[in-house]
């Protein structure tokens, strides 16, 4: 079982950073209207930036043992919270932007199917309370 551990510090205001045992850091803040200066993300923009790049590192890896010729993975997350409190997300949509010059959309149709049931442990966590939905394009070039 793999141990991490993070460190999470307040700065001043809303403003906090967390750093990860690799001392690597990330700074977060509220947003304005909850009294921050949004000079770093929110929490919750963190969870979604943390799944979607889960998600795209699975399609990048399942993809490249495909030997799919893309040179471009964007995944675009929109996401709906519910309006009381605790504001969690009620659904969110990783959109998949794949380019490359002969894609099977076959394979990344399946890269993105494993990503979402098998792979993304993000997406497994969150799965039990949000409805998370994916779509994607490829963009020949």
């Known amino acids: ?3 991490n551990k993070i460190t999470t510090q307040w700065l001043n205001g809303y403003t906090f950073i967390s750093t990860n045992a690799d001392n ?9 209207e909850q009294g921050g200066e949004k000079i770093g993300p929110s929490p919750m923009e ?23 010729p893309f040179n471009n993975i964007e995944v675009n997350v929109s996401a709906e919270r519910r309006e009381e409190v605790p ?9 998949f932007i794949i380019s490359g010059t002969n894609l099977s959309e076959k394979q990344v149709a399946r890269a993105i199917k494993l ?19 994916h ?3 490829l963009k020949t070039e």
């Open 115 to 133: 990503s979402a049931e098998k792979y993304c442990s993000v997406s497994h966590m969150l799965q039990a309370t949000v409805n998370i939905t």
């Open 46 to 68: 963190v969870i979604l930036m943390g799944l979607s790049a889960c998600a795209g590192i699975d399609v990048k890896l399942i993809l490249s043992k495909a030997k799919q």
């Open 87 to 95: 504001r969690i997300y009620t659904d969110i949509n990783l959109h």
């Open 1 to 3: 079982m793999t141990d």
């Open 24 to 32: 690597q850091s990330l700074v977060m803040d509220s947003s304005t």
């Open 135 to 137: 779509s994607y394009e």
